[in-house]
């Protein structure tokens, strides 16, 4: 694992926090209390919720942190392990920030084309990986934006046919199965991230976290800042893992109006993308997003190679059926048959 390490990292200890007992605690430069406690800085390790997260993911507390965002963590990653001028690479399109934190790091990054935006030719892209002699690569899984999905089997083949960080990004993967997160301690450069924003829905707190072997977890935790996690979201995040009933029943019903939705737009001749997340990438047109806006409804356009496609997140029935009202009636009155 040391020889993925950055050299700074390498010399780092952990910011350690002074957790002992006391009565009296004037050692942290903290104000007097007038709100609940919250003079107090968080708990830096975030003990409790982590625990909880260990009993969901059935890994051990040692091979998890938590974040701020998943967004924090991907950053972490590359503080941890870029170093100027070396590759992270991805698969293209996909989520924009990658690339956005690999340049802010001084990293180079390059994404491998997807067929069809969909589909992943394993082999090719293991080749791909080692021609760019990729210090990391990272996939999101399900992938935003296209909502497509690379198989288990597949995530192995990376992982054993590769000699980088291979960041598996779940952001999505309660919509979907096939998680690797079992699989961190067979492969020492895996690495799991899963987020709160998204199947939980409580993207305000801004709460994810990451799996990965105890290794990897240590190294990763000398860069992290101290009391990254505000203690409102530990809380709620908590409440969160509590609530799993509610998320469980929602999960369920975005699956449901998935199906709907793509169905919807198959008819409507927008080869919509089979999609294994909580969105669905299709190809509109570049009028249809100022016809939807005008009605007050927000969906996503892309430039670039994905000019023309829209991605529409699953919402709630009624938010689907209205958008999907208004995206035929949009194509009636362009060409009424
Ligand atoms: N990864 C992927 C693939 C995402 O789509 C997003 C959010 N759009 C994130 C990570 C960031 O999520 P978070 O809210 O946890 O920072």
Redesign the pocket.
């Known amino acids: 694992m040391k020889k993925y390490v950055r050299k700074a990292v390498l010399d780092l200890k952990a910011y350690e926090v002074n957790d002992a007992g006391y009565s009296i605690k004037l050692d942290a430069n903290e104000g007097i209390d007038w709100y609940d406690g919250l003079n107090r800085y968080p708990d830096n390790q975030a003990v409790k919720l982590v625990k909880a997260l260990s009993d969901v993911t059935e890994k051990k507390e040692s091979e998890l942190i938590v974040g701020n965002?998943?967004?924090e963590l991907i950053e972490l990653i590359l503080k941890t392990f870029l170093e100027p001028q070396e590759y992270v690479v991805s698969i293209d399109p996909t989520?924009s920030m990658y690339k956005i934190f690999t340049t802010i790091y001084n990293g180079k990054y390059e994404g491998y084309k997807l067929v069809d935006n969909q589909y992943c030719d394993i082999e090719d892209f293991i080749e791909f990986i080692s021609k760019m002699k990729a210090k990391i690569v990272i996939l999101?899984n399900p992938n935003?934006p296209t909502g497509s999905f690379i198989e288990k089997e597949s995530i192995e083949k990376i992982l054993k046919g590769s000699d980088a960080i291979v960041v598996i990004?779940e952001?999505y993967i309660e919509f979907s199965s096939g998680s690797v997160i079992d699989l961190i301690n067979e492969y020492e450069n895996l690495i799991v991230l899963r987020?709160f924003?998204k199947a939980y829905a409580v993207?305000g707190i801004?709460l994810?976290y990451l799996a990965a072997n105890e290794s990897i977890v240590k190294y990763i935790k000398r860069v992290k800042s101290p009391y990254n996690l505000n203690a409102i979201s530990q809380e709620i995040g908590l409440k969160a893992l509590d609530s799993i009933d509610v998320v469980n029943k929602n999960i369920e019903l975005i699956k449901e109006e998935r199906e709907k939705v793509w169905k919807s737009l198959y008819k409507l001749g927008l080869n919509p993308i089979p999609s294994y997340a909580n969105f669905i990438l299709f190809q509109g047109d570049d009028k249809l997003n100022d016809y939807l806006k005008s009605f007050g409804i927000l969906v996503r356009e892309f430039g670039g190679d994905l000019k023309g496609y829209i991605r529409v997140t699953i919402g709630t029935r009624e938010e689907n059926d209205k958008v999907i009202e208004k995206i035929g009636r949009y194509y009636n009155e362009k060409c009424p048959n």
């Open positions: 965002g998943s967004s989520f999101s935003n990004d952001a987020t924003s993207a801004r994810g």
